[in-house]
């Protein structure tokens, strides 16, 4: 009966320690990927596929939560394209996404948090007829005739699910802007991103 309790007990604990790291642990990941993205309202427009980087710092809070936080260089915006030119709206941000993280299972976690973001570029490029230029997205908008702003701070809800594996960990997330990021004549758009990354996690 001894034998039986203790082999239970042991199973018990395997099945309750999913996280791949220590409680009380910190660890930093550097990290790379794509984005996937585009802006609402905007149909007809095509997604804009660009680069995410950067690093997140994670503390191992218990067994089966940690918090997270980072800084990622985003490249987000659209393509839009028709038979006499294709246009590109960059819009490249600054984000720090703060997230908590449930481990469901040995390495699988859910993520959740808030995303503010930091704008540090917005232009416009225009190809048509073999020639290509490329401005600033606001002054092109004005330039147009339209009474536009674009904003400089952005703010997302991340959410999404990462799997570790000897400390390389895969994440996939979905990051839907709450805030406007182009206002224009009583109109206004968002920002809607699929990332996917892969980084390494390096213990403290």
């Not at 007809?44 to 503390?59: H, K, L, M, Q, T």
């Not at 990462?162 to 839907?176: G, K, L, P, V």
């Given at each position: 009966m001894k034998k039986?309790?203790?082999?239970?007990?042991?199973?018990?604990?395997?099945?309750?320690t999913f996280a791949q790291h220590?409680?009380?642990?910190?660890?930093?990941q550097p990290k790379v990927g794509l984005n996937v993205a585009?802006?609402?309202?905007?149909?007809?427009?095509?997604?804009?596929?660009?680069?995410?980087?950067?690093?997140?710092?994670?503390?191992?809070?218990?067994?089966?939560l940690s918090l997270s936080f980072g800084a990622l260089y985003s490249q987000q915006g659209l393509k839009a394209?028709?038979?006499?030119?294709?246009?590109?709206?960059?819009?490249?941000?600054?984000?720090?996404?703060?997230?908590?993280?449930v481990y469901v299972t040995k390495g699988l976690a859910v993520k959740a948090g808030i995303q503010p973001g930091f704008k540090v570029n917005?232009?416009?490029?225009?190809?048509?007829?073999?020639?290509?230029?490329?401005?600033?997205l606001e002054k092109a908008l004005q330039a147009g005739g339209v009474d536009?702003?674009?904003?400089?701070?952005?703010?997302?809800?991340?959410?999404?699910?990462?799997?570790?594996?000897?400390?390389?960990?895969?994440?996939?997330?979905?990051?839907?802007?709450v805030t406007k990021a182009?206002?224009?004549?009583?109109?206004s758009t968002k920002h809607s991103v699929f990332q996917f990354t892969v980084g390494y996690k390096f213990d403290l």
């Open positions: 039986i309790i203790f082999i239970a007990c042991l199973l018990l604990a395997s099945v309750g220590a409680k009380g642990s910190f660890n930093i585009t802006m609402t309202d905007n149909d007809g427009s095509d997604p804009r596929v660009g680069f995410v980087g950067g690093a997140e710092f994670e503390y191992q809070a218990t067994d089966l394209n028709s038979d006499e030119m294709d246009g590109t709206i960059k819009m490249d941000y600054i984000n720090v996404p703060v997230l908590l993280n917005s232009k416009v490029k225009v190809s048509a007829s073999g020639a290509s230029a490329e401005v600033d536009a702003s674009v904003k400089s701070v952005d703010f997302a809800i991340p959410m999404g699910l990462s799997y570790e594996y000897r400390n390389f960990q895969f994440d996939a997330r979905y990051n839907f802007s182009i206002e224009a004549e009583g109109e």
